[in-house]
């Protein structure tokens, strides 16, 4: 068991952990959203597709997998899916063949409106004041954007490939 005032901390210990802490919230708050998706007939992925779509109405698939931070191999199925039960479209961009255009359909607008009473709830399942949510999210985004440019300064251990 280690002391408060130990010198030398155990940094290896799980509740020391920034990702561990991230991960096991994420997890939480995925789970807590699951019901409230499903009476929406959408998976957390979906929902974060439609709500790009719901902010710019069309994007390049590369344009929202850079939004959402997801490769094609990822998004490509999740946005068939999406087509199939008719909330967006995909087409070839008539201008540039190599881009395809994703669209929120009627019905995908006309979801939006069942979708709104979502972060109310959610924002009433943290029990924080707003302000202390949004502080939180500003600051995740920072640490976001200072762990991708690291990915850049740390060479990767033993030779490996990221």
């Avoid at 991960?23 to 939480?28: G, H, P, R, V």
């Avoid at 344009?63 to 997801?70: K, P, V």
């Avoid at 959610?122 to 600051?139: D, F, G, K, N, W």
């Amino acid at each position: 068991m280690e002391r408060d005032n130990d010198p030398k901390p155990n940094w290896l210990l799980l509740d020391r952990q920034l990702c561990f802490a991230l991960y096991s919230t994420s997890l939480a708050m995925t789970k807590l959203y699951k019901p409230m998706l499903s009476e929406l007939g959408l998976t957390y992925p979906q929902y974060l597709v439609m709500l790009v779509l719901w902010e710019t109405e069309t994007l390049t698939v590369s344009e929202l997998g850079a939004r959402l931070a997801l490769d094609s191999g990822t998004l490509t199925p999740l946005l068939k899916r999406l087509e199939a039960t008719g909330l967006v479209t995909r087409n070839r961009d008539t201008g540039d063949e190599r881009r395809v255009l994703v669209r929120v359909t009627d019905a995908g607008r006309a979801l939006r409106n069942a979708a709104e009473r979502i972060p109310e709830q959610m924002l009433c399942a943290t029990q924080c004041p707003v302000e202390e949510i949004q502080a939180l999210t500003q600051r995740l985004h920072a640490l976001r954007s200072a762990l991708e440019a690291a990915r850049t300064d740390f060479p990767l251990p033993h030779g490996g490939k990221s």
